[in-house]
């Protein structure tokens, strides 16, 4: 057991409801940091057994809420909203605080909590498994964390506790709000991480594909090999991405990355910033959810028919260094679930 550094939710009463990746990560460092922990879960779905067996006690949403001090919300960010109005607003006691890890549907008036609690954020800039992982070697995530309602006067010191919890503190606390963290978080995933780099991805591959190169070559060329420099990325910045790759690379990125991503670019981006600042992205993706996702299935269709799919998925049956447990890495991505 590991203790915090900070007493404040010492003889708290913290209620977790989700228990997907991160939700899971949360209650066992939480637990482990010696904080009194239980689960809000669907009676009996496939998390709660989970929980179970982990050892927790594990009441339904609303029983869980009812005695809480602090409550996370750790469920995907578009039943949230549904959650809020059916298990906690009736049932939250005043003066307590209310924990997200996203700031979506508070920033984005899904959720207007009431007035009479702490709103806080805390997340960990990392997938629960690694949180879990990195808490359990005796080191730490760095952990983002905000206020966005102080009723008690403890709302800092509560959020500051969570994440060191967490282990957060171990690593790095960097304060934010609702607003920046909301914003750049979507802003990242549609303009670079996954937006940006798909369509990248597809447009090499086509341009290779179309010019009468092997698809399989180009697979490997603009796909495979992608998880090479992400990972010198990861571990030191594009400075250790240059220390690695060949003189020709590198001056093939110099001469021809500006070609590719240009200040036309920048614009798109600017203006996809634009569409998350001012609510129209959001406003989109509720209606689309509310609709039952006609347009997400279509889109998501596309990206699965794509040929560098096919191919893709020919090659890695030939690669056994690759045949992990598929569901784990989409759930490890997952902030909250």
Not at 9 to 18: D, E
Not at 152 to 161: I, L, V
Not at 212 to 232: S, W
Request: hydrophobic share 40%; proline share 4%.
């Amino acid at each position: 057991m590991h203790a915090t550094n900070n007493n404040t939710l010492g003889k708290a009463h913290i209620a977790i409801l989700g228990y997907g990746s991160q939700g899971r990560a949360h209650a066992l460092n939480l637990r482990d940091s010696g904080l009194h922990v239980v689960l809000g879960l669907r009676r009996n779905g496939p998390s709660w057994q989970r929980a179970v067996a982990d050892g927790f006690s594990v009441l339904t949403p609303i029983e869980a809420v009812r005695d809480a001090d602090l409550v996370a919300v750790l469920t995907p960010d578009m039943v949230q909203a549904t959650l809020y109005k059916e298990a906690i607003e009736p049932n939250m006691k005043s003066g307590a605080a209310l924990l997200f890890a996203h700031g979506f549907n508070v920033h984005f008036k899904q959720i207007t909590p009431r007035q009479d609690i702490d709103v806080i954020l805390v997340a960990p800039k990392g997938p629960g498994a690694l949180v879990r992982i990195e808490y359990e070697r005796g080191r730490g995530v760095p952990c983002i964390w905000a206020v966005h309602q102080d009723v008690s006067g403890q709302a800092k010191a509560r959020a500051q506790a969570y994440a060191h919890g967490l282990g957060g503190g171990r690593a790095m606390l960097i304060r934010t709000d609702f607003k920046e963290e909301t914003e750049t978080d979507l802003f990242g995933e549609q303009a670079v991480l996954c937006g940006g780099v798909s369509s990248l991805v597809q447009a090499g591959f086509e341009t290779l594909t179309e010019a009468g190169y092997q698809p399989e070559i180009a697979y490997y060329e603009v796909l495979h090999e992608l998880k090479l420099i992400v990972d010198l990325f990861y571990e030191g910045g594009i400075t250790r991405m240059l220390e690695f790759v060949s003189e020709t690379a590198q001056y093939g990125d110099y001469v021809s990355g500006p070609r590719i991503i240009d200040e036309s670019v920048k614009k798109r981006m600017k203006s996809v910033l634009n569409d998350i600042q001012d609510g129209t992205f959001a406003r989109n993706w509720i209606g689309e959810y509310q609709a039952g996702l006609p347009n997400y299935q279509r889109y998501k269709q596309a990206d699965l028919d794509h040929p560098v799919e096919q191919v893709g998925k020919r090659l890695r049956a030939r690669m056994p260094w690759l045949q992990v447990d598929s569901a784990e890495p989409a759930e490890a991505l997952k902030k909250a679930g």
